[in-house]
């Protein structure tokens, strides 16, 4: 007789050797458990809260999700609905008209800083090689924003002050000024110093001085018979205020002077977005997406919603031709193929990934074009994130989902060596044989010290869930909500991390509907009524005696934490198939709901019934079926936690074994 016993569960999910080499705190595989303690602890269902949001009755595409602080934002139809701090999950309000954006183009998000840089950047050498901040003059000063694209549209940005939360669209390059433009003057024929020459017309003069930072003004004069000038602004040049005082010499025979005031100068207006697609924040800079896919565009340093980088040496943009003189003018590229994610590292470096392969992109101050640095990139490796939603950082490495499965690096130690990348999905590889994932329906976050992949495996659509403390995998989570429908699968996820809330939101895909279109829904994720069905498969118990075959006797199952009243469903394997259950092959035992204990105040007379958190559950399998290993596959409900598992067996060694015996002639 042999007697087995598991008593933790730490080790995690082992798919990638046979299920009798596990580990002692190993399993093979589970769904909807979680194990950082040794136990398997049960998880709760997701709640749906679709209609409590009141934006789904026609079904339109959910397109985004993002969270900033404890506000969520949900784009769905062209348009973006809100949930402010310490609103509960009915109250939602519109801060994009549904429509403003495109209704099924897929939707980045990034928040930015507002601007660090708030000094005039001007050219200070030929060909950009060189620019210089003149801080004797400050610029506009732009805000915390979040900046909405489509690909398709002009940005919308998303802006929150004092707990008002407004939207506008991004300024465009042709909107894109320099400040102090001069559009009018106070005084068009001042009183000369003395008479000009008279008689006289100029063209393209400059100023001689002013008493305040203007520069560049260009005049057209014209001089009467008394030597009276009369000045028509040409070029109205920048930086200029209202009642600056500009002096002009005569251009002429003398050397008097005349003397004009500003009345009106354009307000400085530095803000422009080119319409891109991913975006990201590093270094200062925002990183931005052209909507081919291709381009890398970058904003000026310390300047998030400024996409003119190349201004000459009055601060002005050098063309009115946006290709020339906008973002495309000074974009930068990896390669030819597409980008799929666009992410800083913490490698001092941006990772770009594309469907030809993953790059480290750093920046090289020693080298600059209008004073950004240039780009250097490292080709990392083949595999690439197959979205922006699916790349993550744990703990200080870096994981991803490619189309083929889930990858690893560290930046810092990455040695060009994809191997690399395949140990940290080694034990779930098998989840993926043959499957392929699609961009459209893979997500990862990282949330309460668990990396979270959403992707597609042998079992279909769910969760893949990785225990970044103990590092190690440890579910596939299958939700359905406390109605019993299924969720679908994961478009995008979304957190709220603070002191007061802790939040997990996921927007799904489900399956399409009798009219043929498909179920969006908007999810909390654990954090239903119910609990999700726990399901776990073990390692397979043997002697590791080929000559021993063993018969199942008894298994016991220790749960603890009970608070509800559950059924435990025991499957009995051996030699990886599934005992009939006209041998017993499956049994199902209930536990007790926890006893309410005595109330106060008292009424005589009493009967103590005390909470029953611990239950020792007994399955005889003694009419199964003998073979060389044995193992079980177990689900239960309602939450309670499976503490220890024993077995034991009756020892049996045939002379020619069982198997080998039906096909003897």
């Not at 109205?236 to 009106?264: L, M, Q, W």
């Not at 069905?533 to 073990?538: P, R, V, W």
Request: hydrophobic content about 35%.
């Amino acid at each position: 007789m042999a007697s087995y016993v598991q008593r933790s569960f730490v080790g995690g999910m082992n798919l990638s050797v046979d299920d009798t080499r596990l580990g002692e705190n190993e399993y093979k595989f589970a769904k909807n458990v979680r194990n950082r303690f040794g136990t398997l602890e049960g998880v709760k269902n997701a709640k749906d809260i679709s209609s409590d949001i009141g934006a789904f009755t026609s079904n339109p595409p959910i397109q985004a999700i993002y969270s900033v602080g404890e506000y969520v934002f949900i784009f769905f139809n062209g348009g973006c609905k809100y949930r402010k701090p310490n609103n509960p999950d009915t109250t939602w309000s519109t801060v994009i008209n549904p429509g403003t954006l495109d209704r099924s183009a897929e939707i980045f998000v990034q928040a930015v800083p507002a601007s660090t840089q708030n000094f005039l950047r001007k050219e200070t050498q030929v060909a950009g090689a060189s620019l210089e901040l003149d801080t004797a003059v400050t610029v506009q000063r732009t805000v915390a924003s979040i900046i909405v694209q489509d690909g398709i549209n002009k940005p919308k940005i998303i802006e929150i002050v004092d707990d008002v939360v407004t939207d506008r669209t991004a300024k465009t390059y042709a909107e894109w000024q320099n400040g102090g433009e001069v559009t009018e003057l106070k005084n068009t024929a001042p009183t000369p110093s003395a008479a000009w020459q008279a008689n006289q017309n100029y063209t393209n003069v400059a100023s001689t001085s002013t008493d305040g930072n203007g520069a560049s003004i260009r005049f057209m004069i014209a001089v009467d018979s008394s030597g009276n000038p009369t000045f028509t602004v040409t070029t109205g040049g920048s930086e200029y205020a209202p009642n600056d005082s500009i002096v002009i010499t005569d251009p002429g025979s003398t050397s008097n002077t005349a003397t004009v005031k500003v009345k009106r100068a354009k307000a400085d207006d530095r803000e422009y977005i080119p319409i891109g697609r991913q975006m990201a924040f590093y270094n200062n800079k925002l990183f931005l997406i052209s909507p081919n896919g291709t381009e890398i565009y970058h904003s000026a340093s310390g300047r998030p919603l400024d996409f003119v980088v190349a201004t000459d040496d009055d601060g002005n943009k050098i063309n009115t031709d946006e290709t020339i003189g906008g973002a495309p003018g000074t974009s930068y590229t990896v390669g030819y193929n597409e980008v799929t994610a666009l992410k800083p590292l913490n490698s001092d470096a941006l990772l770009v990934s594309t469907k030809g392969g993953s790059y480290a992109v750093s920046l090289d101050y020693s080298q600059t074009v209008f004073g950004e640095p240039f780009f250097n990139k490292q080709f990392l490796f083949t595999a690439n994130s197959i979205n922006q939603k699916s790349f993550i950082e744990m703990l200080g490495d870096f994981a991803f989902i490619d189309p083929e499965g889930l990858r690893s690096f560290n930046a810092v130690q990455q040695s060009k060596n994809e191997a690399r990348n395949s140990v940290f999905s080694l034990k779930v590889a098998r989840l993926f044989k043959d499957v392929v994932q699609t961009s459209n329906k893979c997500a990862a976050i990282s949330f309460d010290d668990y990396a979270l992949f959403a992707c597609n495996t042998i079992y279909g659509h769910g969760i893949l869930v990785f225990d970044i403390l103990t590092q190690q995998f440890v579910s596939f989570d299958q939700f359905t909500d406390d109605s019993n429908s299924n969720i679908g699968a994961v478009i995008e996820f979304a957190k709220v991390e603070t002191n007061n809330r802790r939040e997990l939101f996921a927007i799904t895909h489900g399956t399409t509907t009798s009219s043929g279109e498909p179920v969006y829904k908007c999810v909390k994720l654990y954090e239903g009524t119910n609990f999700s069905k726990a399901y776990l498969e073990t390692k397979a118990f043997c002697t590791f005696d080929t000559r021993v075959e063993q018969k199942p006797r008894e298994l016991r199952l220790l749960y603890n934490k009970i608070q509800l009243a559950s059924a435990v469903t025991a499957i009995q394997r051996v030699n990886d198939e599934v005992t009939p259950d006209s041998s017993a092959g499956s049994q199902t035992k209930s536990i007790s709901a926890q006893a309410t204990p005595v109330q106060f105040p008292v009424k005589l007379p009493v009967n103590w019934s005390g909470p029953k958190r611990i239950q020792n559950l007994l399955y005889n399998f003694q009419n199964g079926q003998q073979g060389w290993k044995i193992s079980y596959a177990l689900q239960w409900t309602n939450g309670v936690t499976l503490a220890n598992i024993q077995i034991d067996t009756q020892d049996i060694t045939p002379m020619n074994p069982m198997l080998s015996q039906a096909y003897v002639s």
